[in-house]
Nanobody
Framework: VQLQAFGGGLVQAGGALRLSCAAS????????VGWFRQAPGVEREFVAAISRSSRITSYDDSVKGRFTISRDNAKNTVYLQMNSLKPEDTAVYYCAAGWSTSRAPRGYLYWGQGTEVTVSS
């Protein structure tokens, strides 16, 4: 599976962005997908994850209530809707595919390139 994340950009605090993670390969629906982010000098951290069927979603406490993860398996795409953005959300965001909705980066097999999100105050 090859993943490509896009949709990042510069937004003011309080604004919104929607990230997309597009996958190639007909087996995309067999994988759980997670979003992670990494700010300069900080370890990559979990943001959200969604199971294959969308029945299970998981969020880090820092984004709960502001971010929503969803997927459209027919389009081989996972989305991360980010509302009420804060300057501390500034980071490079990565999507990854794996067998479960793990909160650990090592739980994922495939990674896309990152898309940069910058939130100005």
């Amino acid at each position: 599976v090859q993943l490509q994340a896009f949709g990042g950009g510069l937004v003011q605090a309080g604004g919104a962005l929607r990230l997309s993670c597009a996958a190639s390969g007909s087996t995309f629906g067999d994988y759980a997908v997670g979003w992670f982010r990494q700010a300069p000098g900080v370890e990559r951290e979990f943001v959200a994850a969604i199971s294959r069927s969308s029945r299970i979603t998981s969020y880090d406490d820092s984004v709960k209530g502001r971010f929503t993860i969803s997927r459209d398996n027919a389009k081989n795409t996972v989305y991360l809707q980010m509302n009420s953005l804060k300057p501390e959300d500034t980071a490079v965001y990565y999507c990854a595919a794996g067998w479960s909705t793990s909160r650990a980066p090592r739980g994922y097999l495939y990674w896309g390139q990152g898309t940069e999100v910058t939130v100005s105050s």
